[in-house]
């Protein structure tokens, strides 16, 4: 039987359109589909040039640990583990000191990789206090001062084998080589001479011995008194943007109870961005966590600056004051200018002249670092990336016109004795990125120049004086 043709019945018009229809659809899902490919790979090569230009980092390679990121979050107040749990006391970690003014809660961040933690007496540290020497080979290194200062303390912990830090430059020095070297932080972000000079005498009274200490400051003698003045505060005390928060606390006061609570759950927020940012494997997830933490970052300073004023406005109230549990003096009027930044330099330079005549009676060697920061002019050139943080604080104008007068009553203490490290220019050849927020703080690159700067400028003084 032959085989018949097979017969090929003719497409109907509806048949042709459908047949189209779906060519068209396939190359528009086509160019569809490749235009995403394209805008995800832009939204991807982007950011990852950006940082890989801007920060050297190649974000898939890159390790990253929590403790830059811990460290940000201290300066601002945030505290990763205060969020752990519902307790509304750990939700503000700093408590009242009758001595220091303010610590931080002794036991919290004890999960810290590096074994540091908060000390029994409220220092972010290795150990509790007084350390007692182990042996005769310790070398146990004091440091104080403020934020910048506790910088400087946890970067020579969790860096100690780097060649640029204070550690490792000791050790250059022939009768410190073999040393086993001992760092006790009592820096605390917000701390102003003279809490340095009391601390120092404090912890000296009860027997803690020291082989050197590094005195870190200027900025908050000049950024943080202004803000006392205003509430008439007198310089000399705490700062009043630390201190009356924790005061309205103890009084139960409600608008300040309700301010905290907001900044509380800003810093909830705050905390869950930066860990959704430490889970980033792709560089515009990166950069997309970047921008959304430092819109809240922006937003908690924001609300620290107002929680500021409405303590000012509070402090004016005379029934708050008289009934008030905890006693802060009280000036009758809010001083000139002139002449509140003379009394700051003056409380300024006695402390400093203070500390090293009570070291040197010990024969302990004193030095004095004047630290760098963005709003006194020198020659640097700011990045790009800098400026963007810049923004409008309570400092700017305090260290504008205090700045100044502290340099040139600072050019005096070396006639007295002391050692002074003026680290002020000390970025101003540096292209990099060095200050990471608008308030006074320095990038990992920032921390390694000023660590190496500091440990260099104290081994070539060593050295010049060793016989």
């Not at 002794?106 to 409220?122: E, I, K, Q, S, T």
């Not at 970047?290 to 809240?296: F, I």
């Not at 205090?402 to 050019?411: D, H, I, S, T, V």
Request: a negative charge; hydrophobic letters at 40%; glycine letters at 4%.
């Amino acid at each position: 039987m032959k085989n018949l043709p097979l017969f090929k019945r003719p497409s109907t018009p509806i048949e042709e359109k459908s047949a189209k229809r779906g060519v068209v659809n396939r190359e528009l899902l086509g160019i569809v589909g490749i235009n995403l490919a394209l805008i995800l790979l832009i939204l991807e090569v982007v950011p990852l040039l950006f940082y890989l230009v801007t920060e050297q980092r190649f974000i898939y390679t890159d390790n990253r640990d929590k403790t830059a990121t811990n460290q940000l979050l201290e300066q601002i107040g945030v505290r990763e583990q205060a969020t752990g749990n519902n307790d509304d006391k750990n939700a503000i970690v700093e408590r009242l000191h009758p001595f220091f003014g303010y610590v931080l809660k002794p036991g919290l961040f004890a999960d810290n990789p590096f074994g540091l933690r908060v000390n029994n007496y409220g220092f972010f540290a290795l150990h509790d206090y007084p350390f007692i020497r182990q042996n005769d080979n310790q070398f146990i290194i004091g440091i104080f001062g403020g934020s910048v200062a506790v910088d400087f303390a946890n970067y020579e912990v969790t860096h100690k084998e780097l060649s640029n830090t204070l550690i490792q430059q000791l050790r250059t020095v022939p009768e410190l080589a073999n040393k086993e070297f001992i760092i006790l932080n009592f820096a605390h972000g917000g701390y102003k001479q003279p809490q340095q000079l009391l601390i120092l005498n404090y912890f000296l009274s009860i027997g803690q011995e020291l082989d050197l200490v590094v005195n870190i400051d200027g900025f908050n003698e000049v950024a943080l008194p202004p803000l006392n003045n205003q509430a008439s505060v007198p310089v000399s005390m705490p700062s009043f943007q630390h201190i009356q928060p924790l005061t309205a606390l103890a009084n139960t006061n409600i608008p300040v109870v309700l301010a905290l609570a907001e900044m509380n759950e800003t810093r909830e927020k705050l905390v869950r961005q930066i860990q959704r940012l430490e889970n980033c494997k792709l560089a515009s997830c990166y950069a997309w966590n970047s921008y959304q933490v430092n819109q809240l970052t922006r937003r908690y300073q924001s609300q620290v600056s107002a929680l500021d004023t409405m303590q000012i406005e509070l402090r004016q109230n005379e029934d708050d004051l008289a009934n008030s549990l905890i006693s802060i003096p009280q000036n009758p009027q809010v001083l000139p200018d002139d002449i509140a930044f003379d009394k700051m330099v003056d409380i300024w330079f006695n402390s400093s002249q203070m500390i090293h005549q009570t070291l040197a009676n010990k024969n302990i060697p004193y030095f004095h670092v004047i630290q760098p920061n963005q709003y006194h002019p020198t020659q640097r050139t700011f990045t790009a990336e800098e400026i963007a943080i810049f923004d409008d604080n309570p400092y700017i104008e305090g260290v504008r016109q205090g700045y100044p007068r502290l340099l040139a009553r600072g050019e005096d203490l070396p006639n007295f004795g002391v050692n002074v490290i003026n680290a002020v220019t000390v970025f101003d050849t540096k292209p990099e990125t060095v200050y990471r927020d608008s308030c006074c703080h320095y990038t990992p690159r920032g921390q390694e120049i000023f660590t190496e700067y500091i440990g260099n400028s104290i081994v070539n003084r060593l050295q010049s004086t060793t016989p």
